[in-house]
Antibody, heavy 120, light 107 residues
Framework: EVQLVESGGGLVQPGGSLRLSCAASGFTFSSYWMSWVRQAPGKGLEWVANIKEDGSKQYYVDPVKGRFTISRDNAKNSLFLQMNSLRAEDTAVYFC?????????????WGQGTLVTVSS | DIQMTQSPSSLSASVGDRVTITCRASQSISTYLNWYQQKPGKAPKLLIYAASTLQSGVPSRFSGSGSGTDFTLTISCLQPEDFATYYCQQSDRAPLTFGGGTKVEIK
């Protein structure tokens, strides 16, 4: 069974940092792009970033460029999101999702999400 | 960035109704369009990819159509478990933008 489990969320002050993790199982992790998607309380979905199978390419949404870094460890079947200079508007549930293997993106498996709250 | 506009933002329908949700892209995205369903407190679920291909395990009452800039998600016979919020997402180019969502509520 394909499974994604996020961890690392919590309460952080504005300007602070947090590192999210996503543990993957049930599929060949190194064969898939992976994405992070977030959802602010009561709002819609916002794609945040994705990373190529071997980690050689990453793409980001403009509001997080220069502050967030997506990375992966294929030996440990793990995906990460390093979040620096956090702002109140980064408050959201963060989901990791399995992205494409071939062809265009389709997010076909999602974790349960981890809540990040940025507040003083 | 490609903007995705969904309509309506919400609708009320009864069990057994045919429901149609539309999604418009700000520029042509060919058929690089996915649809997701999300229930409260849960992760989204992929329903349809490449505009019209049903994801494995998704009931056949769900269908998608369209190409270029205009797309449609249709639920042919609404079931109680279909009351949820639906999102379109373009997968043509980064950033991979979502529509604002359509909440399907019980009439």
């Amino acid at each position: 069974e394909v499974q994604l489990v996020e961890s690392g969320g919590g309460l952080v002050q504005p300007g602070g940092s947090l590192r999210l993790s996503c543990a993957a199982s049930g599929f060949t992790f190194s064969s898939y792009w992976m994405s992070w998607v977030r959802q602010a309380p009561g709002k819609g979905l916002e794609w945040v970033a994705n990373i190529k199978e071997d980690g050689s390419k990453q793409y980001y949404v403009d509001p997080v460029k220069g502050r967030f870094t997506i990375s992966r460890d294929n030996a440990k079947n793990s995906l990460f999101l390093q979040m620096n200079s956090l702002r109140a508007e980064d408050t959201a549930v963060y989901f990791c999702a399995r992205d494409k293997s071939v062809g265009p993106t389709k997010l076909d498996c999602w974790g349960q999400g981890t809540l990040v709250t940025v507040s003083s | 960035d490609i903007q995705m506009t969904q309509s309506p933002s919400s609708l009320s329908a009864s069990v057994g109704d045919r429901v149609t949700i539309t999604c418009r892209a700000s520029q042509s995205i060919s058929t690089y369009l996915n649809w997701y369903q999300q229930k409260p407190g849960k992760a989204p679920k992929l329903l349809i990819y490449a505009a019209s291909t049903l994801q494995s395990g998704v009931p056949s009452r769900f269908s998608g159509s369209g190409s270029g800039t205009d797309f449609t998600l249709t639920i042919s016979c609404l079931q109680p478990e279909d009351f949820a919020t639906y999102y379109c997402q373009q997968s043509d180019r980064a950033p991979l933008t979502f529509g604002g969502g359509t909440k399907v509520e019980i009439k």
